[in-house]
């Protein structure tokens, strides 16, 4: 087959996909049901130009690093909308994402997990920016989740003299722990139940399964300290509640 047929297979193959998951959420009258379709087609298209960007500046040291900034803009960007949007929650989300992207990112190329390569530092950059917006969404609703459902028992300890943060440091810790579920699962399943796209990427790239196992278990380490470290800093930043927090959208 040409890379023209490929491509046409590809995409019939990802329109019926998005019809399914369309069709299923639409019978079971799920709001908001365009969603992942609206999420396909954005990432095609996405995908579509950051190839052919990547193509040019894969070993440029400078471009890749303006590629990282983009990243980690958007993801601190989506992740503060998924909680409400102020200069304030950004500061939190984009702040919290970086010292924990930076931390991990510090740690595998200092102690030579991997090589400091442009091709290394945008892969797993990437990655971890990526995860780490992730469980920074899920960190920030959790947490004003929890402080609504509790409210009284909130407001029942601040009114007895606690700080703020004293009043809400067990549902603080209770939505770090919730965000890092996926990951924690994703990690201890891998290779028995999950083959990470960055590993089988790999080996279809030609480079050997023991090596490609090498740079995904470093990839899935950097992933937990990132996640880490961001929920920690969000949980610490929003526990500072005085008054009831608006509920988090759909």
Known sequence: MTLSDDLAASLVGVVVLAVVATLVLALFRVPRLWEPAVAIVRGAAQLAVISVILTGIVSSPE?????????????????TGRIGWSLRDFGTMSSSIAAG?????????????LEFTPRYALA???????????????TGRSFTRSVNDHWDEVEGWLALGAKPRQSTITLARGAVRDALIP???????????????????A??????????????????????AAGSVTAVLIALWMGDVRTRPKAVLA
């Open 63 to 79: 471009w890749i690093a303006v590629a990282l900034v983009v990243m980690f803009t958007i993801a601190s960007i989506v992740a």
């Open 101 to 113: 992207v930076v931390v991990a990112l510090s740690i595998v190329f200092s102690t030579g997990a």
């Open 124 to 138: 797993i950059g990437a990655i971890i920016i990526g995860n780490s917006m992730s469980i920074a969404t899920l």
């Open 183 to 201: 990951s924690i699962d994703q990690t201890k399943t891998t290779g028995l139940v999950v083959l990470p796209g960055a590993f089988v990427g």
């Open 203 to 224: 080996i279809f790239g030609g480079i050997s399964p023991l090596e490609a196992g090498r740079f995904q278990i470093v990839v899935l380490a950097a992933i937990m």
